[in-house]
């Protein structure tokens, strides 16, 4: 392990040993319980775990916004996260979102608008840039919500399953939207679901958590190539290879 | 428009009739209770007199002076016990205490402190007004959905940027309530207020309403009552739109795509 963290410099993220514990009345719940794991720069990886195995503990650990217990989490460069619900804020317009997003990194106020537009445009929302969250739809949301994200300039996105409250149609749709945008530029994508089969759909790789405490439990390569359909029979025979793994990992944490 | 105001006229027209008929029943005599028709004539005859309106601006402009001072305070104090864990505890309870205590109950305080001035009565709308105000605006910061935070401070917000940009914003439409809420309590403890003061070479709707019981003049009584009816209705439905429109902007009002 110490010789690969020697090439960090090729790594967007590394997790070494990690260690979260919440107090729980006056107990102490493990979330994470010594979880490793790289993710390399430009790299496509997805998380799988039942709840209760830390998903989004690990994600909150990498944006910084929870400590952890033990072990290490780093990021090399910017982190910008996606969650489930858009979380946009409701009050303000798409492009609103996105523009206080560049505000808030820095950008002149001159430059906002133009940017904002373009980054709308660069998720197909053009034309919606005055609607405020409550007038789009779900998958307009996530669109916005990826608009917004993009403006941060992240190295990194952290998406914590963020098509899970869609149809499958606009999911599909937001699959496609996503490797496109991953493709054009040098993100790194950690994205983090319940759904195998979305794992297999999206990831170069697929990390299974074991539940209660989360744990690495198994690391999947998927070779299938580009673009790769939901609904293609050896997508199908890998996710439910996860899906029986995530299945006797559950029965375990019972 | 219409819809929306008819149900409204003929709740008055309702109120209107039941009063004549209790009139008409001579439960007690014109010179105690006239009907509203005389005191309709009364309220138009007043209208045309400027020394009326001489009363309603010195009413109002205690509303608005009691009132911008406790918006001023509660805003503040709100945001001290949201922000400082000791103020919190310190205040905390304190203000749900001061909520439920009628604000009159500080005005012979205030008269020993202050005398029977202009400060005594702005003292009384204030103590009033502010506790509301105050819980309104903690209560929207206390409620600002934890999803919110988290994304401002992905974004990088921390500290009075995450205030201003996620924070304050998300509490609005309850702070809106608050305002409203605290206007309707700054306006009775003035009228309570301005009763208990009679001296004092001002005049203002409270002592008009003192002169014209003295007088037995009760049709100018009614009048007056009717005058603090419709300026409450009034800034209430002020508050009311301006409510309604964060609401609309902010996603709250349910019926839409």
Redesign the interface.
């Known amino acids: 392990m110490s010789n690969v963290m020697a090439l960090s410099d090729k790594h967007a993220l590394s997790v070494e040993r990690l260690t979260v514990a919440f107090p729980h009345g006056d107990q102490v719940m493990l979330a994470l319980d010594g979880a490793t794991f790289e993710v390399k720069r430009g790299e496509f990886v997805c998380v799988v775990g039942a709840s209760g195995s830390g998903k989004s503990t690990l994600l909150?650990v990498l944006?910084g916004?929870d400590r952890p217990s033990g072990g290490r989490a780093h990021v090399h460069g910017r982190?910008?996260?996606i969650?489930q619900?858009s979380?946009l804020?409701?009050?303000l317009t798409a492009a609103g979102n996105v523009e206080?997003?560049l505000?808030?990194?820095g950008v002149k106020a001159s430059a906002r608008q133009k940017v904002a537009h373009e980054l709308l445009n660069r998720v197909h929302l053009a034309g919606f840039e005055r609607r405020?969250?409550?007038?789009l739809?779900g998958g307009m949301k996530q669109r916005a919500a990826l608009a917004?994200a993009l403006a941060?300039e992240a190295d990194v996105l952290l998406m914590d399953e963020p098509f899970a409250a869609l149809d499958a149609i606009s999911r599909d749709l937001l699959h496609e939207e996503l490797e496109r945008i991953w493709t054009e530029s040098h993100l790194t994508i950690l994205f983090v679901t319940h759904n195998a089969r979305e794992a297999v759909r999206l990831g170069d790789r697929v990390i299974v958590l074991t539940s209660r405490p989360g744990r690495v439990a198994h690391e999947v390569p998927i070779d299938l190539p580009r673009p790769r359909s939901l609904d293609s029979p050896e997508l199908a025979v890998i996710a439910g290879r996860i899906t029986d793994r995530l299945k006797h990992e559950m029965s375990n944490g019972r | 428009m219409w819809s929306n105001l008819w149900p409204k006229l003929g709740a008055v027209v309702l109120a209107v009739a039941i009063w004549q008929l209790i009139v008409w029943s001579g439960w007690r005599p014109q010179s105690a209770l006239p009907g509203p028709w005389p005191v309709l004539e009364r309220l138009a005859g007043d209208l045309r007199n400027l020394d009326f309106y001489a009363g309603i601006g010195m009413t109002l402009r205690r509303a608005a002076l009691g009132y911008a001072i406790a918006a001023g305070a509660g805003t503040v104090v709100a945001i001290l016990i949201a922000r400082v864990k000791l103020a919190r505890r310190a205040v905390g309870s304190l203000l749900v205490g001061l909520q439920s205590m009628p604000s009159i109950a500080w005005f012979p305080l205030a008269l020993l402190l202050l005398q029977r001035s202009e400060g005594a009565i702005t003292l009384v709308v204030l103590m009033g007004a502010a506790p509301a105000i105050a819980a309104g605006l903690l209560s929207g910061i206390d409620q600002v959905h934890p999803m919110l935070i988290r994304v401002g401070r992905a974004m990088g917000a921390d500290g009075l940027r995450l205030y201003r940009h996620v924070v304050l914003p998300a509490a609005l439409p309850a702070f809106v309530g608050g305002l409203k809420q605290g206007w309707a309590f700054a306006w009775r403890s003035l009228m309570s207020a301005e009763l208990l003061v009679v001296a004092g070479n001002q005049t203002s709707i409270g002592t008009q309403l003192q002169l014209a019981r003295n007088l037995l003049d009760t049709q100018q009584l009614l009048a007056l009552m009717i005058v603090i009816f419709v300026i409450g209705v009034v800034i209430d439905s002020l508050f009311g739109a301006v409510d309604r429109s964060v609401r609309q902007r902010w996603g709250l009002l349910g019926g839409e795509a």
């Open positions: 909150n944006a916004l982190v910008a996260l969650f619900e979380a804020l409701p009050w206080l997003a505000e808030l990194r405020r969250p409550h007038e739809s917004r941060q």
